[in-house]
């Protein structure tokens, strides 16, 4: 089945530590996003990448890295400079970024992160 | 600016009733408003979307109604049911960069029997 994993679901952070999330997608998609869910509130993007080798910050990237080195691949690190880290974290691809008829985006399951 | 503001915050509707949740933006750059929706413990999914070249857009029992002037939009779920419960998030974005969502803080729905 076509689609994003994100792994693991559930991660636990002690003080000063660094963790990454990891997201893989087999929809052969350009872009991919990293997006924030906190209760109560929307989605805030956190990284961005439309190709290979390529990255964006979003609009809450502070204490937040992530790489792009195969178009499959986009792993998001908490590091410790993110004193706020607990919240859930969703995955996205989408086909290209700047067309308007591949703007669907596709959500993996997320990842459920929090501070020991 | 960039704010999307929804409400309500949390909707009780019984079986068969419509369903009705509001959005609001101040951005007149933005041209592309989706819904999504997000079942428990999962990813959100796209339900439907809108541009502001149209006023109403339907599919199935979902439809999105966009007034341009007032600067707002909403979903209806016409003859809501219990597998509609969920949480739903409005969106917007600008420039054909779709990916690159504002989100609304979210409306919890629960349709009862």
């Known amino acids: 089945d076509g689609g994003i994993t994100q792994s693991p679901k559930y991660l636990f952070r002690k003080e000063g530590q660094n963790v990454t999330l990891s997201c893989e997608q087999n929809?052969?998609?350009?872009?991919m996003y990293w997006y924030r869910q906190d209760p109560g509130q929307g989605l805030r993007l956190i990284y961005y990448s439309q190709i290979v080798n390529d990255f964006q910050k979003g609009d809450i990237a502070e204490g937040y890295s992530v790489s792009r080195e195969k178009k499959e691949s986009f792993p998001l690190t908490v590091t410790s400079a993110q004193k706020n880290p607990t919240a859930f974290y969703l995955c996205?691809?989408?086909?290209?970024?700047?067309?308007?008829?591949?703007?669907?985006?596709?959500f993996g399951s997320g990842t459920q992160l929090s501070v020991l | 600016q960039q704010q999307v503001k929804q409400s309500p915050q949390s909707l009780i509707v019984q079986k068969g009733g419509i369903s009705i949740i509001n959005c609001a933006y101040e951005?007149?750059?933005?041209?592309?408003f989706p819904w999504y929706q997000q079942f428990p413990g999962k990813g959100p999914a796209l339900l439907i979307a809108?541009?502001?070249?149209?006023s109403e857009k339907k599919e199935g029992r979902f439809t999105i109604s966009f007034n341009k002037s007032a600067k707002q939009f909403s979903l209806h779920i016409m003859d809501s049911q219990p597998g509609d419960s969920a949480t739903y998030f409005c969106a917007a974005s600008k420039d054909n960069q779709g990916g690159k969502l504002i989100f609304g803080q979210g409306t919890e729905l629960s349709v009862k029997p």
């Open positions: 809108i541009r502001p070249d149209v």
């Open positions: 996205a691809s989408s086909a290209r970024m700047g067309e308007r008829s591949n703007e669907k985006l596709f």
């Open positions: 929809l052969n998609h350009d872009a």
């Open positions: 951005n007149t750059a933005f041209d592309y």
